[in-house]
């Protein structure tokens, strides 16, 4: 499976949403060094999202391309307060395969609390996705610090939304356990037994 634009250009309900009508995004696609695929270098993990399209972009979601143009073979479990939240393609998948719900408006979005992650987690990677972990990696308090700072380049504008960082990519070949896992013991069980166990590939340098 892979986390792109689901095929016939419509989300997991039938419904058409503002990523399934972007040129860029569908027909001319192209990757962060804006080859086209007939490119031999073509690098189908990456994309090119234009500027006049990040510019109507809230921060959140400026944010939120910013991982996904690096990442467009994985789907983001994007950290927003207690919730993981899921945009676009990402979102179309959640539905399909998470049985989440689609909330109002023209962007394809859908989330679930914190304390679900181990579920979706699982889900997704056991039916062949590969998943990123975006956690918020600052507090408000700190962000208030950070827009007090003088010492920014001239020009650069204040920051708007707190730090994230991807903390974790996690594949069934690839897949280890953190605290988020450990609180769902069935997960834990069904994984270790020999009916769940998966590959796992290591790689030492």
């Known amino acids: 499976p892979s986390a792109s634009v689901t095929p016939g250009g419509v989300g997991a309900t039938g419904t058409v949403y503002e990523h399934h009508t972007l040129k860029w995004l569908n027909e001319e696609r192209r990757d962060a060094q804006r080859r086209l695929p007939s490119n031999d270098d073509y690098d189908p993990r990456t994309l090119y999202v234009p500027d006049y399209y990040r510019k109507k972009l809230t921060p959140g979601l400026t944010l939120w391309w910013n991982f996904k143009a690096k990442n467009m073979d994985t789907v983001l479990f994007f950290k927003v307060g207690k919730f993981y939240e899921t945009y676009h393609m990402d979102a179309d998948v959640g539905v399909a395969v998470c049985q989440l719900s689609y909330m109002k408006g023209a962007v ?8 679900s992650y181990a579920t979706m987690a699982d889900r997704l990677v056991r039916a062949g996705y590969k998943v990123a972990r975006v956690e918020q990696t600052e507090t408000p308090q700190m962000l208030a610090e950070r827009k007090k700072n003088k010492r ?3 020009g650069q504008p204040a920051p708007k939304v707190v730090n994230r960082e991807v903390c974790s990519i996690m594949t069934l070949g690839t897949r280890t356990f953190c605290y ?5 013991q069935q997960i834990m069980e069904n994984t270790t037994s020999s009916s769940g166990t998966g590959p796992l590939l290591a790689i030492a340098e």
């Open 108 to 115: 394809a979005h859908c989330g679930f609390p914190e304390i």
């Open 152 to 154: 920014r380049p001239k």
């Open 180 to 184: 988020l896992d450990v609180a769902d």
